[in-house]
């Protein structure tokens, strides 16, 4: 067993929840929280929607994903692949994840308060949505499509930080996300592919089979290409964002081809192509409205 100086364990205890929530994970939702706020502001927007924002976004996943372990737990018990995770190992306890979790949701509605009150009033509905995720997959095959859509509301909530309107571009990029997010979860669903099926956890892999799941992935994808090059239109951006939507799709075909039926051994590695994409989105956006 191993034992930490006293004046360690608050550094220890800290790495162990930013492990349990992965933070560096927070590339694939916070850029497009900036996108949405960049695009509406027609540049950057002031500290006073920038540190609001990126708090409230921060904290929302970090409520998500500390819901999400929580509820997952009996089962992350039983799976080899999630042994190492911080609440299966004891390092971080029950009791404390749900503290986690209920101060997570509190930052997240005071930073929704200092955006305005649209914000303040989405936030709860947020939260609820956020928490589903988890009991999704027990339920329906189609569980990556609510994921996809809590973290599609990253670019309309980066817009409505900026004006507190609803409007066609951000909604566009709103679904290129959600898209995004759904296609490469059903990817990372194949990782788990035997666990889901002898435990009743329902995944499109799971219950479709992979060829018809990467099938769905891969309509996904497309559908993201086409929503980015839509948003780019409705946004009136110049030729600089549209590089970024091509780069995208190059990615995608390159994930794609590392994978497909009886060929998962590199699963792991096609998931890890979408890391660069939200932040070379954010890069294009830049240059679309420079």
Known sequence: MRHDHPRHRPFTAFFAYCRMVKIEHSVFALPFAYIGALLTARGLPGPEVLLPLTTAMVCVRSYAMAFNRIADLPLDRINPRTADRPLVTGEISLPGARRFCAAAAAGFIASCAALNSLCLTLAFPTLVLAALYSYAKRVTRFCHFLLGAVIGLAPVAGALGVSPVFTPSSL???????????????????????????????????????????????????????????????????????????????????????????????????????????????????????
């Open 172 to 290: 566009l990029l709103g679904f290129a996300v959600l898209f995004w997010i759904a296609g490469f979860d059903i990817i990372y669903a194949c990782l788990d592919l035997d666990f889901d099926k002898a435990h009743g956890v329902h995944s499109l892999p799971a219950c479709s089979g992979v060829g018809p799941a990467l099938a769905v992935s891969a309509f996904c994808h497309v559908n993201t290409v086409l929503f980015l090059f839509l948003a780019g239109l409705e946004y009136g951006l110049s030729l600089g964002w549209y590089a970024a939507p091509a780069v995208t799709a190059a990615l995608f075909l390159w994930e794609h081809s590392l994978v497909g039926e009886g060929r998962l051994e590199k699963a792991g590695l096609a998931f890890a192509l979408n890391g660069p994409i939200a932040v070379l989105l954010l890069i294009g956006a830049a240059l679309g409205i420079g």
